[in-house]
């Protein structure tokens, strides 16, 4: 696989440094570490502060989800990695305006382990309050009765939105993680992988998979799926994806959801709409409403191949974040 770096040692510091370049007007990079960004506008006091991150290679995200309406930093950590509890601490420290900061992350290991001593870091050493709400929406990665075992994937973006618009509204730090967690209790994702990537330290794949296969439940850093097999039609992988997601959530006719189709970062917009117009179709047949739909690269896997669909149960409280304005360089949405 073919990249356009230099020494691949620096790809995340030269990523970092190309993107602070290109949006000066939305984002910043603290002195005090270069793996901790946050938002060029100033944010009003006694809002409260989202901080959101994760390893590098998923971009847009984790941070193209930076600016008005939505995160109000980030913390980057190296390719498919967690950041360090330092640039946490530090992007924690830069946002917070007196109402505490709520942490969003996947359900990763490191992760889980990073985000929670950056938040006693900070209650201790800085005494501001720390919320926290995990993604666990990958519906393949643990059956439904062990759900907080779930990785956090593309639903994070659902997540984010929830929660940043919680923020605007003026909600407390407990309110703001209340409506985080639910976000999250009401979104379910699943995915295919049909390609790997390519990991820029050492040029190797992130999984094996045969020219014609295709793996459901595929995890975005190639943990394994499910199931392997040929490579079906786009509208065979949606019905399944979808299938899988309406048995593990009840979503009963009338009702409205959120749609993210989420390409891994080499799966053309084509093959995309499609995938999403066949969701669209299972969707109707049973009486479900599409309040609004996402195509595109949210949250990727560098150049892997694959897709994966995402629903988000709405009721009048999640559609009133959906709908908040947000203004990203990644995203926008008015």
Do not use: W
């Not at 995160?71 to 509890?85: E, K, L, M, T, Y």
């Not at 709520?102 to 950056?118: E, H, K, P, R, S």
């Amino acid at each position: 696989m073919k990249k356009l770096v230099n020494n691949p040692v620096n790809v995340v510091e030269e990523m970092v440094e190309g993107y602070v370049r290109a949006h000066p007007d939305y984002i910043k990079q603290l002195q005090s570490n270069d793996r901790a960004l946050v938002n060029a506008r100033e944010t009003k006091e006694n809002k409260v502060g989202i901080l959101i991150g994760g390893g590098s290679g998923h971009e847009p995200g984790f941070l193209g989800y930076v600016g008005e309406g939505m995160a109000d930093g980030v913390a980057v950590g190296n390719i498919f990695a967690s950041p360090s509890p330092d640039p946490i601490l530090e992007v924690t420290k830069a946002i917070d305006k007196g109402a505490g900061v709520v942490y969003l992350y996947g359900n990763y290991a490191g992760d889980v382990m990073n985000f929670g001593m950056a938040a006693e870091m900070a209650d201790l050493e800085e005494d501001i309050k720390v919320g926290m709400a995990l993604a666990t929406d990958d519906v393949a990665s643990a059956p439904k009765e062990e759900k907080d075992k779930r990785r956090g994937i593309a639903g994070e973006f659902f997540i984010y939105k929830a929660a940043g618009a919680a923020a605007d509204f003026g909600y407390d730090l407990e309110e703001v993680v209340r409506i985080a967690k639910k976000a999250n209790q009401n979104t379910r994702s699943m995915g295919v992988g049909t390609s790997p990537c390519y990991l820029p330290q050492t040029g190797e794949p992130s999984f094996e998979i045969g020219d014609n296969e295709m793996e459901i439940g595929l995890g975005h850093h190639g943990e394994p799926g499910i199931e392997k097999g040929p490579l079906e039609t786009a509208d065979k992988i949606a019905d399944r994806l979808v299938n899988d997601i309406l048995a593990d959530i009840e979503i009963t006719k009338g009702e409205e959801v959120a749609v993210l189709v989420n390409g891994l970062g080499s799966t053309p917009k084509m093959d995309l709409y499609i995938v999403y117009r066949r969701v669209e179709q299972i969707l109707s047949e049973r009486g479900i409403k599409i309040y609004r739909s996402y195509v595109g690269d949210y949250i990727t896997s560098l150049e892997m191949g694959g897709c994966s669909v995402t629903l988000m149960k709405l009721d009048k409280e999640l559609t009133d974040t959906i709908d908040h304005p947000v203004n990203c360089p990644m995203f926008v949405q008015k």
